[in-house]
């Protein structure tokens, strides 16, 4: 069965830094697009970022130069470093799937909550 | 990359038959087949319902369908039933080879 857990989120004050985890089971990361999308409070979905089968990495341009996405393939897990938080990357935060590379998100994580504040 | 323009809501009876319109631009809806749309329940993840604008992962009900038309793609929901409550985000590839999402459509089921 496939599953996505996400965990690390919490508590920040602006100008911190956060790293997300998203742990995989049933399938391979490595094989597979995989994406953070975010969700601030009552608002909508925000592409944040993807990691390629490949390894190449693409960043929204609201996150570029602040965040990272990786992979630990022995862990079969992916991050996301979030370095120089702002009060509006609140949101929760879910990991995704998608096999096709063409972002068709199939499997979805429980969302991780990310609060911005001082 | 704006965010795809959708109804903020819609609303029907059961039984009846809905449509939320997802109007981009020819840079992500108008120029690719690339459309997808997912249901998102209060406090749960978003789930996928239609890819590539009209096809349906296994699983998902006959009710739900899709269609697109130059630079706005639809989401038709057939036979309106109370679990059918949710909000709906369309989402489309871009020439960025980025996604990008709506704004959401709140569907109400009176």
């Known amino acids: 069965e496939v599953q996505l857990v996400e965990s690390g989120g919490g508590l920040v004050q602006p100008g911190g830094s956060l790293r997300l985890s998203c742990a995989a089971s049933?399938?391979?990361?490595?094989?597979?697009?995989m994406s953070w999308v975010r969700q601030a409070p009552g608002k909508g979905l925000e592409w944040v970022s993807v990691?390629?089968?490949?390894?190449?990495?693409f960043h929204a341009d609201s996150v570029k130069g602040r965040f990272t996405i990786s992979r630990d393939t022995s862990k079969n897990t992916l991050y996301l470093q979030m370095n120089s938080l702002r009060a509006e990357d609140t949101a929760v935060y879910y990991c995704?799937?998608?096999?096709?590379?063409?972002?068709?998100?199939?499997?979805w994580g429980q969302g991780t909550l990310v609060t911005v504040s001082s | 990359q704006s965010a795809l323009t959708q109804p903020a809501s819609v609303s029907g009876s059961p039984g009846q038959s809905i449509t939320i319109s997802c109007t981009g631009t020819?840079?992500?809806?108008?120029?690719?087949?690339?459309v997808s749309w997912y249901q998102q329940h209060p406090g749960k993840a978003p789930k996928l319902m239609i890819y590539?604008?009209?096809n349906r992962p296994s699983g998902v009900s006959n009710r739900f369908s899709g269609s697109k038309s130059g630079n706005t793609a639809s989401l038709t929901i057939s036979g309106l039933q109370a679990e059918d409550e949710a909000d709906y985000y369309c989402?489309?590839?871009?020439?960025?080879?980025?996604?990008?999402f709506g704004g959401g459509t709140k569907l109400t089921v009176l």
């Open positions: 049933g399938f391979t990361v490595s094989s597979n697009y």
């Open positions: 020819s840079s992500d809806v108008g120029g690719y087949s690339y």
């Open positions: 995704a799937r998608d096999q096709t590379g063409l972002y068709y998100f199939d499997y």
């Open positions: 989402s489309s590839y871009t020439s960025r080879s980025t996604p990008v």
């Open positions: 590539d604008v009209s």
């Open positions: 990691i390629y089968s490949g390894g190449s990495t």
